[in-house]
């Protein structure tokens, strides 16, 4: 089969690599679409390693048609059409997934479309719901509004019943976000978040932030805050060392969480096994009633890897970056 090898951040080639086999409890995919994310970009940099035991090729989401099913799979069949979480491997012709992280594709989504779904609504469901206890009534800072986890985060929220307030970098891409519902657009190069979060009427902070900036934003992020808020930090793009003022998280009963999704086992109450269940009986239905949809910015041929990652790199693109392996 063929897969993209990273021979430098710059030339990932379209190579034959050896086939994939289905062990016991996966299924081997057919994949049709590949979604881009940040951690792959870090990858072909050198600077992601794969978990133990996972594809060195890299790729965490993908739909497309189940080809085979292993030893003691009963919940899918050959032809099923379905997208799916990954540790690795999706920038491929064929990829093995344990069956727990395979999902149907949504009522109302196309194939192709669909391969924009596992990874931003396995992070969102798991952190901002599973985690941060999200609920109606709240208020929802999300850094970074017009990426692809910010627009699913935005839906999702609004769907909850909650307001949403978001940054970006671009009235353009705070335009977008508008449409999507969001209630408080701030441009982060004119104005500071935290007094605009604070200008917000009857507003005591966020109840629960979304930050992928990591330590350059971390004590504003605590300033930001509402009493008995949560911060929780999926990304590090502002750097991973800063100084925590105790005192501040105190003062608010406030806490800082930080989540990885890549790393989990699939196994286990904290699992991605149980993330895919969750997110499959939640955010599925909020798919099929049209309150949440795949937002994608850009479709590649796989061909074209490394220029999706160049895309995202430039923060070029609104939503997802999508890579065609097939029709």
């Known amino acids: ?69 292993g030893e003691n799979v009963a919940e899918w069949s050959v032809g099923d059409q379905v997208c799916a979480l990954l540790a690795g491997g999706g920038y491929a012709e064929r990829v093995a997934v344990p069956a727990a992280q395979v999902m149907p594709v949504p ?16 992070t969102v469901w798991s952190n901002l719901v599973m985690t941060a206890g999200l609920t109606e009534g709240h208020l929802l800072l999300v850094h970074g509004g017009a990426s692809g986890i910010g627009t699913h985060a935005i839906q999702v929220a609004r769907a909850l019943g909650c307001r949403v307030a978001v940054t970006a970098g671009s009235a353009e891409k705070l335009a977008f976000c508008g449409e999507l519902g969001v209630d408080v657009a701030i441009n982060y190069r004119e104005d500071d978040f935290v007094e ?36 929780v930090v999926i990304g590090f793009q502002g750097g991973v060392k800063a100084e925590l003022n105790i005192g501040k998280l105190l003062a608010k009963r406030a806490g800082v969480i930080a989540t990885a999704l890549r790393s989990r086992p699939v196994d286990g109450p904290s699992g991605k096994g149980a993330i ?3 997110v499959v009986a939640n955010v599925w239905p909020m798919i099929a009633a049209g309150k949440v949809r795949p937002i994608v910015g850009a479709e590649l041929p796989i061909t074209d890897a490394a220029a999706a990652h160049r895309m995202l790199t430039a923060s070029e693109v609104t939503g997802k970056v999508l890579l065609r392996v097939r029709d």
């Open 107 to 122: 009522d109302g989504v196309d194939l192709h479309s669909a391969a924009a779904l596992p990874e931003v609504a396995c």
């Open 276 to 278: 895919v269940d969750e």
């Open 1 to 69: 089969m063929r897969a993209i090898t990273a021979v430098s951040a710059d030339d990932l080639r379209w190579d034959e690599v050896p086939d994939v086999a289905a062990q016991p409890g996966e299924v081997i995919i057919e994949v049709v679409t590949a979604g881009v994310n940040r951690a792959d970009v870090l990858q072909a940099a050198g600077n992601y390693p794969p978990p133990p035991g996972a594809s060195d090729v890299m790729g965490l989401e993908v739909s497309g048609r189940i080809a085979e099913v």
């Open 196 to 231: 605009a979060i604070k200008r917000e009427p009857d507003s005591q902070g966020a109840d629960v932030i979304l930050d992928i900036m990591g330590a350059s934003y971390l004590d504003r992020n605590i300033d930001a805050l509402a009493p008995d808020g949560r911060l």
